[in-house]
């Protein structure tokens, strides 16, 4: 693909890059620069995180302290650790057709093979020792010997342990059978792990759900029936379902419901669903505190359940697009404190959200948005082509600006949008600004995106942590979206954009018509998704568009 060598006289209709008046600040200070970006330096990011100048200044006295604190501290989680270690139970099961030697701990089941159990034995193949740690185990049972259709009563068998399992980036469900006749003996084991497993009080008991049915091929539904319900019914975690039936559904549901019911808020949907719920949760939080001028941490975790077509917040939390793993990061309890930004327009909110694109990311959304009838994927392929086809260098302008508070991990991205954004870095985002740079070039930055590295080395790519953003589009030179797919339809598209038109935004994936400058700040560990810290997902997805 060549760059076209065309000026703003010449082919206005062709000229597409945004001429973008940013300043950036530091916590709310802002610096303006026309044309240029005022960043977080490196620098002033590790003074903003470790405070060292002020530990220097501590007199001696309070070192000496401070030293006998922490040794006192490192005693005392060394009891503590004992005492984790220390066996509670002591006991016989057979795992698989051996009788093992059981040991429990606040932390962990063993099982050791008891050799030899008969002397005329001489089966090696026997069952290894081996360990599970309660951390992994999300439920219990009593195993009874029933006829079929039997539903209560029963000989006592021994236990099922369901715990969780990793492989790689996936957590997947596996069970250990502990098998003793003896109800007494079965009993007393069965009630000393379910207050174990009751001592973990990230996990949690009653859960929102809203399910998406509409969201990328209309699977929400049996995913979750499949995949997560049955988790869910294993854990015993009641649920309170919502099937949405619009835009904005869940939004509506989440301002009124009684949120001190819940433990924790469930979406199964795509990057659009898990946007909405983002932002409703932040926003009810506001609301309630009563708190307009200030956002407010979100009261309830979220646990995302991938169902749409790219999932880039549930690869960044769980580093795979798998309900599974998704819904075991729930039933586990596993918690990311996550940081957000605000998006704000006017001095009023538009939403929260974790990422923004503007330029390139906004008008092929708006593009797709118009092509809904297509598939997801083609829908997002003939975007980007399309979007591409209409843009040209041009020295001092920017082709796209994204500014991301999570890596943006994804199945075409696998090492993140923002591969150095991680989640709690304490109110800093990612701002990558493409500007000047030909089409082949650009083409070359984003196809990085899906090999592993190298994206941002290119002189016109710049990346900056940032703790704010303001982004004011200056030129009212651009492209208008009424503009025909047909190229020959550019002599009746105005060239002057009006004041005030709305330009399109990429908000997590949402599209965001704004006309004025728009303001992004980003706030620290403003809500909590199930999941963990992830430095690459699985890659499934090869794009073939570019
Ligand atoms: N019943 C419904 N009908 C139409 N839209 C809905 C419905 N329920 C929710 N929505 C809205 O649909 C939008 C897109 O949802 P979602 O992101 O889950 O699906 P998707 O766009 O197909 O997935 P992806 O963003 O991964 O491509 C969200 O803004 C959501 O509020």
Known sequence: MKPLPVSIATRPRKYTPLSAYACLSDRNKFISVVFSFFFVSSSERVNMSEPKVEAQREPRDSSKKKKKKKKEKRKISEEEEKEDESVLMRGIFKVGKKSHDVLLTRTRLTWTPIIPESPTDKDTNVVQAGVVLLQDVFA????RRRMAGQQSGGAVLGLALFHSRRRGRRLEEDTLHLHNASAEHTHSWYNTLKELLTGFSCRPRYVKVFINPSSHKKEAVHIYRDHVAPLFKMADIRTDITVTDRKGHALSVMKECKLDEYDGVVCVGGDGSVAELCHALVLRAQLD????????????????????????????????????????????????????????????????????????????????EKKRWMSSSRRREYAVVKTLESWVTNQGLYLSISI????????????????????????????????????????????????????????????????????????????????????????????????GAALPWNIDGELVEIANEVLIRVHPRLIALYGEEVHEAESTVTCSCI
């Not at 009563?290 to 169902?307: D, F, Y």
Request: positive net charge.
């Open 140 to 143: 219990v049972k009593v195993k």
């Open 289 to 368: 505190a009563n708190s307009p001028e200030n956002p407010v941490r979100a009261a309830l975790p979220l646990g995302i359940i991938p169902a749409g077509s790219t999932d880039v917040v549930s690869c960044s939390v769980h580093g795979v697009r798998d309900p599974v793993t998704a819904a075991l990061h729930v039933v586990l309890g596993h918690l990311q404190q996550v940081d957000m930004c605000s998006f704000l327009s006017n001095g009023q909110l538009v939403r929260f959200g974790f990422s923004a694109m503007f330029g390139f990311g906004g008008r092929s959304l708006a593009r797709a």
């Open 404 to 499: 991301m508070s999570i890596p943006c991990l994804s199945p075409h991205a696998p090492q993140g949008l923002a591969p150095n954004t991680r989640y709690t870095l304490n109110s800093h985002a990612s701002l990558i600004a493409v500007g000047n740079a030909s089409r082949s070039e650009f083409i070359k930055h984003l196809k990085r995106y899906s090999s592993s590295s190298g994206q941002f080395s290119f002189p016109f790519v710049e990346t900056h942590s940032v703790s704010a953003v303001k982004i004011r589009p200056r030129s009212r030179i651009g492209w208008s979206e009424e503009e025909s797919e047909d190229e020959g339809d550019s002599k009746n598209t105005p060239i002057i954009q009006s004041e």
